[in-house]
């Protein structure tokens, strides 16, 4: 006798609840920018004419010289010390190995800052100018303007080239130098045909951050006092409160950095998958008498990037204690010490990390389990902050706070909110290749032993992908704690957090105020990045 | 004793046109094990998964403990089956302990029962080990005792020794064979290692191009393969065809008595090369083109003048040499007739 079927459809696509959250995720992220454009294009012709006639020309010219310069030198450090490190003889290269990746620990715009109070009006410099040689300031030797923003942004940006290579090299195989060596091919000509190809994609990604992130920069460029996009946005709208201007070169922004993704898709394109079944390391490449130039070379670029500045960042704070109006600014003052400026970093930043994880996982889970236009259109979506700088998202939610949300604007959740939609795509890319190597047959495993989609969620996926969601939290944390242009621009009245902190006293060259909270900054930097560090190095070992 | 599972007129299509598995009808009694051979590709795997719950079956019905659980379009989920899978790539959850992967499918936890099954595959003293601190042949009998930890009746095995080195996979073959009779479980074993499929197997069902070749004991599957492909998969047959004479068959080998009663006119024969015997002789009709030793045989290929090319395989103490004519000697019980029942 036959029975009848007790059975349901199984789901060809994802369940509703899931492409709702989703979906409203996706939504919420893709509003402000769609919103900024639609004001941009409000804007009457005046203004639009009249930017395009004064501003437009030297903006682009400085903006697209100042991203293509510090790329291309980046890149070039980055490659040379990840090649010193990984694949010479250089001596002590286990030390340096880890060091050349430390100035991460140091945000683009505090690197700007120690720079200042060295060579910037009232540095270190031009006080023993005067007081030793009794010299007046002389303004040509200051450190500011163009090649001083370049200098900064290339010693603090190199770090994303340097591991990201420093990582394809240590996972490329002996066999393919020595099969290129086989085949009668020098040293030279093994580098140039196929180290350096194997290193495209690496260089690649590499090249991209440090690219967009020259683009989006708005602390060193207005500290070291550079005309870009972001600056001239920042005093179109603080110095002649016009919003419709910002909105234009806002649009016109997006648009450059549109360009560059689309850019570096076309060339990204085809991957290089490399075949690694007994994978053995390579052998150094002897430097000869290169080495001690080269071991130079290395102790230079850290002595740049990394011991001045800390040092600088160290003196300083000693100053600021010993200093009694430093001392009462910075450490005492009853009312916004660095402690509430700690306090309200620390809180910005974990209150964005925990959302944008939560939120990050729908749209994850979406896009790798039910692939398909639905989930692709909100991946898309989702990921556009990546391309944005935190001064145009800011600002798109200053536009939308003013006209629809006014009980929030001016309150802290609107940093809180840019924050999540400038760095959601970070925990988005980490969450979708830790979902991608979860296999289906551990959730059918669990299926056919009689565990319900939601209890297999809870005790198969969930714990498996526990560790990318804390390293996905970790680095929204840290972009977070170090945000600057949005704080500036959305914060409650006297609302400090630590960026803020840093930044105030230095435009106003008051560096003994500034610096304590750098040196803070930088330390509290230094805990979810040697996570995240110590995570990355355990998943290569692998 | 009844079937546990019954499989009618099963069809699967995926996108494209391309048919994965056609008119699929099968049944597995309790405790029985039932091997499934065939290429990769043919559509073996899917089957499994229409089985466990996985998949949507286009059309045909499976009756698993006499209710209905998949027909077209509408299916039970995996989880209200109760049906063991273990998985090729083993698929064990490597947040958990050993005793914890055993006892997933154990509602309410049940400790006694998790020391049970790793007394059986014998792996006590692993118990609190993770995944990864445990060989691959471990992994495997943990994979094994997981599925069965829920007692099901029925556990699925798809390619589970796939992923294993030769000695281990023969050890293991034996041990897996004792365990599932042991708890009289029912199996279903994929493979396409058909000398897994014959050792392991009550009845055997082969399986090309999504559809089930032939579906009996190990013992006829050989004796009596059904068509070509089954005797090429399961022995490496050489074949022959044979027409009838008034007084016996007619074949490229001379004419041949054959012990046939049919009516068939024309004949297909398979001949496995262990049968083959070879003589030795001047104006014998076919030429030695190619031997390899194997340690107790040698193999040869053998060519008939008509171009045609058998294989054999001969004990080392008879030896023949490359560019040798050769007759080939043949009882007539060493000739199988496809199809013919």
Same mark, same amino acid.
């Given at each position: 006798?036959?029975?009848?079927?007790?059975?349901?459809?199984?789901?060809?696509?994802?369940?509703?609840? !899931?492409?709702?959250?989703?979906?409203?995720?996706?939504?919420?992220?893709?509003?402000?920018?769609?919103?900024?454009?639609?004001?941009?294009?409000?804007?009457?012709?005046?203004?639009?004419?009249?930017?395009? +006639?004064?501003?437009?020309?030297?903006?682009?010219?400085?903006?697209?010289?100042?991203?293509?310069?510090?790329?291309?030198? %980046?890149? %070039?450090?980055?490659?040379?010390?990840?090649?010193?490190?990984?694949?010479?003889?250089?001596?002590?290269?286990?030390?340096?190995?880890? !060091?050349?990746?430390?100035?991460?620990?140091?945000?683009?715009?505090?690197?700007?800052?120690?720079? /200042?109070?060295?060579?910037?009006?009232?540095?270190?410099?031009?006080?023993?100018?005067?007081?030793?040689?009794?010299?007046?300031?002389?303004?040509?030797?200051?450190?500011?303007?163009?090649?001083? +923003?370049?200098?900064?942004?290339?010693?603090?940006?190199?770090?994303?080239?340097?591991?990201?290579?420093?990582?394809?090299? *240590?996972? #490329?195989?002996?066999?393919?130098?020595?099969?290129? *060596?086989?085949?009668?091919?020098?040293?030279?000509?093994?580098?140039?045909?196929?180290?350096?190809?194997?290193? *495209?994609?690496?260089?690649?990604?590499?090249?991209?951050?440090?690219?967009?992130?020259?683009? +989006?920069?708005?602390?060193?460029?207005?500290?070291?006092?550079?005309? #870009?996009?972001?600056?001239?946005?920042? #005093?179109?709208?603080?110095?002649?409160?016009?919003?419709?201007?910002?909105?234009?070169?806002?649009?016109? /922004?997006?648009?450059?950095?549109?360009?560059?993704?689309?850019?570096?898709?076309?060339?990204?394109?085809? *991957?290089?998958?490399?075949?690694?079944?007994?994978?053995?390391?390579?052998?150094?490449? $002897?430097?000869?008498?290169?080495?001690?130039?080269?071991?130079?070379?290395?102790?230079?670029?850290?002595?740049?990037?990394?011991?001045?500045?800390?040092? /600088?960042?160290?003196?300083?704070?000693?100053?600021?204690?010993?200093?009694?109006?430093?001392?009462?600014?910075?450490?005492?003052?009853?009312?916004?010490?660095?402690?509430?400026?700690?306090?309200?970093?620390?809180?910005?930043?974990?209150?964005?990390?925990?959302?944008?994880?939560?939120?990050?996982?729908?749209?994850?889970?979406?896009?790798?389990?039910? $692939?398909?236009?639905?989930?692709?259109?909100?991946?898309?979506?989702?990921?556009?902050?990546?391309?944005?700088?935190?001064?145009?998202? +800011?600002?798109?939610?200053?536009? /939308?706070?003013?006209?629809?949300?006014?009980?929030?604007?001016?309150?802290?959740?609107?940093?809180?909110?840019?924050?999540?939609?400038?760095?959601?795509?970070?925990?988005?890319?980490?969450?979708?290749?830790?979902?991608?190597?979860?296999?289906?047959?551990?959730?059918?495993?669990?299926?056919?032993?009689?565990?319900?989609?939601?209890? #297999?969620?809870?005790?198969?996926?969930?714990?498996?992908?526990?560790?990318?969601?804390?390293?996905?939290?970790?680095?929204?944390?840290?972009?977070?704690?170090?945000?600057?242009?949005?704080?500036?621009?959305?914060?409650?009245?006297?609302?400090?957090?630590?960026?803020?902190?840093?930044?105030?006293?230095?435009?106003?060259?008051?560096?003994?105020?500034? %610096?304590?909270?750098?040196?803070?900054?930088?330390?509290?930097?230094?805990?979810?990045?040697?996570?995240?560090?110590?995570?990355?190095?355990?998943?290569?070992?692998? | 004793?009844?079937?546990?599972? @019954?499989?009618?007129?099963?069809?699967?299509?995926?996108?494209?046109?391309?048919?994965?598995?056609?008119?699929?009808?099968?049944?597995?009694?309790?405790?029985?094990?039932?091997?499934?051979?065939?290429?990769?590709?043919?559509?073996?795997?899917?089957?499994?998964?229409?089985?466990?719950?996985?998949?949507?079956?286009?059309?045909?019905?499976?009756?698993?403990?006499?209710?209905?659980?998949?027909?077209?379009?509408?299916?039970?989920?995996?989880?209200?089956?109760?049906?063991?899978?273990? =998985?090729?790539?083993?698929?064990? =959850?490597?947040?958990?302990?050993?005793?914890?992967?055993?006892?997933?499918?154990?509602?309410?936890?049940?400790?006694?029962?998790?020391?049970?099954?790793?007394?059986?595959?014998?792996?006590?003293?692993?118990?609190?080990?993770?995944?990864?601190?445990?060989?691959?042949?471990?992994?495997?009998?943990?994979?094994?005792?997981?599925?069965?930890?829920?007692?099901?009746?029925?556990?699925?095995?798809?390619? &589970? =020794?796939?992923?294993?080195?030769?000695? @281990?996979?023969?050890?293991?073959?034996?041990?897996?064979?004792?365990?599932?009779?042991?708890?009289?479980?029912?199996?279903?074993?994929?493979?396409?290692?058909?000398?897994?499929?014959?050792?392991?197997?009550?009845?055997?069902?082969?399986?090309?191009?999504?559809?089930?070749?032939?579906?009996?004991?190990? @013992?006829?599957?050989?004796?009596?393969?059904?068509?070509?492909?089954?005797?090429?998969?399961?022995?490496?047959?050489?074949?022959?065809?044979?027409?009838?004479?008034?007084?016996?068959?007619?074949?490229?080998?001379?004419?041949?008595?054959?012990?046939?009663?049919?009516?068939?006119?024309?004949?297909?024969?398979?001949?496995?090369?262990?049968?083959?015997?070879?003589?030795?002789? @001047?104006?014998?009709?076919?030429?030695?083109?190619?031997?390899?030793?194997?340690?107790?045989?040698?193999?040869?290929?053998?060519? =008939?003048?008509?171009?045609?090319?058998?294989?054999?395989?001969? &004990?080392?103490?008879?030896?023949?040499?490359?560019?040798?004519?050769?007759?080939?000697?043949?009882?007539?019980?060493?000739?199988?007739?496809?199809?013919?029942?």
């Amino acid at each position: 006798m036959r029975n009848i079927v007790e059975a349901r459809p199984i789901p060809r696509t994802a369940p509703l609840p !899931l492409r709702l959250a989703a979906g409203g995720v996706a939504a919420l992220l893709g509003l402000p920018l769609v919103y900024l454009l639609v004001r941009s294009l409000e804007a009457d012709q005046a203004t639009w004419s009249s930017l395009f +006639a004064t501003q437009l020309a030297p903006l682009l010219i400085t903006t697209f010289s100042l991203a293509v310069t510090v790329t291309t030198l %980046a890149v %070039a450090l980055g490659v040379g010390l990840a090649f010193l490190v990984e694949r010479t003889d250089l001596p002590g290269r286990g030390l340096w190995r880890v !060091l050349c990746a430390m100035p991460l620990v140091i945000p683009p715009y505090v690197g700007a800052f120690c720079y /200042l109070t060295l060579l910037g009006p009232q540095g270190l410099l031009e006080q023993w100018l005067a007081t030793q040689l009794g010299v007046a300031a002389i303004p040509q030797v200051r450190l500011i303007g163009f090649p001083a +923003a370049v200098l900064v942004l290339v010693l603090f940006t190199y770090p994303f080239v340097y591991l990201l290579v420093g990582a394809q090299l *240590r996972g #490329t195989d002996r066999s393919l130098i020595e099969a290129a *060596r086989a085949c009668g091919q020098g040293a030279w000509q093994t580098f140039w045909r196929v180290t350096l190809p194997l290193m *495209r994609p690496a260089i690649g990604a590499g090249g991209l951050l440090v690219g967009l992130y020259a683009l +989006a920069d708005f602390g060193v460029v207005s500290l070291l006092r550079v005309e #870009t996009f972001t600056a001239a946005i920042y #005093t179109q709208l603080t110095t002649r409160y016009d919003r419709s201007g910002a909105a234009v070169l806002s649009a016109v /922004l997006i648009l450059i950095a549109f360009m560059v993704l689309w850019a570096e898709q076309r060339l990204q394109g085809r *991957r290089v998958a490399q075949l690694r079944s007994a994978w053995r390391p390579s052998l150094p490449v $002897p430097l000869g008498v290169w080495r001690l130039p080269a071991l130079g070379a290395v102790v230079g670029v850290l002595g740049l990037s990394l011991f001045l500045p800390m040092g /600088l960042l160290i003196a300083w704070t000693i100053e600021s204690l010993t200093d009694e109006s430093a001392m009462a600014a910075v450490w005492t003052a009853s009312y916004n010490n660095i402690w509430s400026g700690l306090f309200n970093s620390l809180g910005v930043a974990m209150a964005a990390a925990t959302i944008a994880a939560i939120a990050a996982l729908p749209v994850a889970l979406w896009s790798v389990r039910y $692939p398909g236009v639905g989930a692709n259109f909100a991946y898309r979506i989702s990921q556009l902050g990546y391309a944005l700088p935190g001064l145009v998202v +800011a600002l798109s939610l200053v536009f /939308l706070g003013n006209r629809y949300l006014g009980w929030l604007y001016g309150t802290v959740a609107m940093v809180v909110i840019a924050c999540i939609v400038r760095f959601l795509p970070e925990a988005l890319q980490g969450l979708r290749s830790a979902l991608a190597q979860i296999s289906p047959s551990l959730e059918e495993a669990s299926r056919s032993l009689g565990h319900r989609p939601f209890s #297999t969620w809870c005790r198969v996926v969930f714990p498996l992908l526990w560790p990318s969601l804390l390293a996905a939290w970790s680095l929204v944390f840290l972009s977070s704690l170090r945000e600057l242009p949005a704080t500036l621009l959305l914060r409650p009245a006297g609302f400090d957090t630590l960026s803020v902190r840093i930044w105030i006293p230095a435009s106003e060259s008051i560096y003994s105020h500034a %610096a304590p909270a750098a040196l803070l900054l930088v330390l509290t930097s230094l805990v979810p990045l040697s996570f995240l560090f110590v995570r990355a190095r355990a998943g290569e070992g692998r | 004793m009844g079937s546990v599972l @019954e499989v009618e007129d099963l069809g699967k299509h995926y996108a494209r046109g391309q048919s994965a598995l056609q008119d699929v009808t099968f049944a597995v009694e309790a405790g029985e094990i039932l091997t499934v051979l065939g290429p990769s590709g043919c559509g073996k795997t899917t089957l499994l998964r229409l089985i466990a719950g996985f998949e949507v079956p286009d059309c045909g019905v499976i009756r698993f403990g006499g209710r209905v659980v998949a027909q077209r379009g509408s299916v039970l989920p995996a989880e209200e089956r109760g049906i063991g899978m273990v =998985f090729q790539d083993f698929a064990l =959850f490597p947040h958990l302990s050993v005793a914890q992967n055993i006892g997933f499918g154990l509602r309410p936890s049940a400790p006694k029962r998790v020391d049970e099954l790793l007394e059986l595959i014998g792996l006590l003293p692993e118990r609190d080990r993770f995944i990864h601190q445990i060989s691959g042949g471990q992994q495997q009998r943990v994979a094994l005792a997981r599925a069965l930890a829920p007692a099901p009746a029925l556990v699925l095995l798809d390619e &589970p =020794f796939s992923n294993l080195d030769l000695s @281990e996979r023969l050890r293991l073959r034996e041990e897996v064979k004792n365990i599932l009779k042991q708890t009289a479980t029912a199996a279903i074993f994929v493979t396409h290692d058909c000398s897994e499929a014959l050792s392991l197997g009550d009845r055997v069902a082969v399986i090309d191009h999504g559809q089930i070749q032939q579906w009996d004991t190990p @013992e006829q599957v050989y004796r009596a393969p059904r068509n070509r492909f089954v005797a090429q998969f399961i022995g490496r047959a050489n074949f022959l065809e044979a027409r009838r004479t008034a007084t016996g068959w007619q074949t490229e080998l001379g004419d041949l008595d054959l012990d046939y009663r049919g009516p068939l006119a024309q004949l297909d024969l398979a001949v496995y090369p262990e049968s083959v015997r070879l003589v030795c002789d @001047e104006c014998g009709p076919v030429e030695v083109r190619d031997r390899s030793f194997l340690g107790r045989d040698y193999h040869y290929k053998l060519r =008939f003048p008509s171009g045609r090319v058998w294989q054999a395989q001969i &004990p080392q103490n008879e030896t023949f040499s490359i560019g040798q004519r050769v007759r080939i000697v043949l009882p007539k019980e060493q000739f199988v007739v496809l199809g013919s029942h």
